[in-house]
C-alpha cells in the first residue's frame, strides 16, 4: 500500500529565510508525487509535481521539490520564505488521481 | 476560466440524517475525485469518477456514495450521518487521462451536531 511521511508537524522560520520540507513516500512502482498548499479554509492549489524525467521539479511561488529515489523522498525547497508562505503543506502520492496524501506542515513565518 | 465549484460551503446536519455535496469541475476536465479532510489531517481519498463510471473507491463504508453526470458534474451522497463524519469535503478535477494533477475546490464544510 502507498503512504506518505511528513516527519515535521510545525515548523516556524524567519521571513526571507531558507526552508525545506520533508516528505517521504512508499510506493511499489515509479511515483507521481505532488506538493500542495492549503490556507485556512480554502481547498488545495497545487505548488508542483513530478511524474517522471528530471529530478529537481520547478513550481509556483518559487518553490522546487527534488525527487531522491534511493531515498524515497521528495523534500519542498525554497530559498527565501515570504510572510505570504504561511499556511499547511502538504506532500502525496499515487497512480493517476488516487491520492494518498501526509499529514501536513503547518508552516508559520516570524517577522 | 472557473475553478472547481462546489456547493454548499458550509452545511450543518444532525446524527441519522442524509446529505448531497455537489461539483462542477473545470469545463474540460472528466475526472472528478472526493476526498475527506478531517480537522488536523490531510485529505483522504473516498471515489474517483470518470466518463461517468467509477474508477476507485477509498476506504469508507457503503454510507458513502457518489454519482458523476453527463455533463461530468458530480454528487457526493452520505447516509445515516455520524459525527464523526464531521469534515471537509474536497473535489478535484482532472483531464483523467493518467498522470494529471489534480485541481481542488475549496471544499464543503460539514458539520454533524
Known amino acids: 500500500a502507498q503512504s506518505v511521511t511528513q516527519p515535521d508537524i510545525h515548523i516556524t522560520v524567519s521571513e526571507g529565510a531558507s526552508l525545506e520540507l520533508r516528505c517521504n513516500y512508499s510506493y511499489g512502482a515509479t511515483p507521481y508525487l505532488f506538493w500542495y498548499v492549503q490556507s485556512p479554509g480554502q481547498g488545495l492549489q497545487l505548488l508542483l509535481k513530478?511524474?517522471?524525467?528530471?529530478?529537481l521539479v520547478q513550481g509556483i511561488k518559487g518553490f522546487e521539490a527534488e525527487f531522491k529515489r534511493s531515498q524515497s523522498s521528495f523534500n519542498l525547497r525554497k530559498p527565501s520564505v515570504h510572510w505570504s508562505d504561511a499556511a499547511e503543506y502538504f506532500c502525496a502520492v499515487g497512480p493517476d488521481e488516487k491520492l494518498t496524501f501526509g499529514t501536513g506542515t503547518r508552516l508559520t513565518i516570524i517577522p | 476560466d472557473a475553478g472547481v465549484t462546489q456547493s454548499p460551503t458550509h452545511l450543518i446536519k444532525t446524527r441519522g440524517q442524509h446529505v448531497t455535496l455537489r461539483c462542477s469541475p473545470i469545463?474540460?476536465?472528466?475526472?472528478v475525485s472526493w476526498y475527506q479532510q478531517v480537522l488536523g489531517q490531510g485529505p483522504q481519498f473516498i471515489f474517483q469518477y470518470y466518463e461517468k463510471e467509477e474508477r476507485g473507491r477509498g476506504n469508507f463504508p457503503d454510507r458513502f456514495s457518489a454519482r458523476q453526470f453527463p455533463n461530468y458534474s458530480s454528487e457526493l451522497n452520505v447516509n445515516a450521518l455520524l459525527l464523526g463524519d464531521s469534515a471537509l469535503y474536497l473535489c478535484?478535477?482532472?483531464?483523467?487521462?493518467?498522470?494529471?494533477?489534480?485541481?481542488f475546490g475549496d471544499g464543503t464544510r460539514l458539520s454533524i451536531l
Open positions: 478535484a478535477s482532472s483531464l483523467g487521462q493518467g498522470g494529471q494533477p489534480q485541481h
Open positions: 513530478y511524474f517522471s524525467g528530471d529530478t
Open positions: 469545463s474540460g476536465h472528466k475526472s
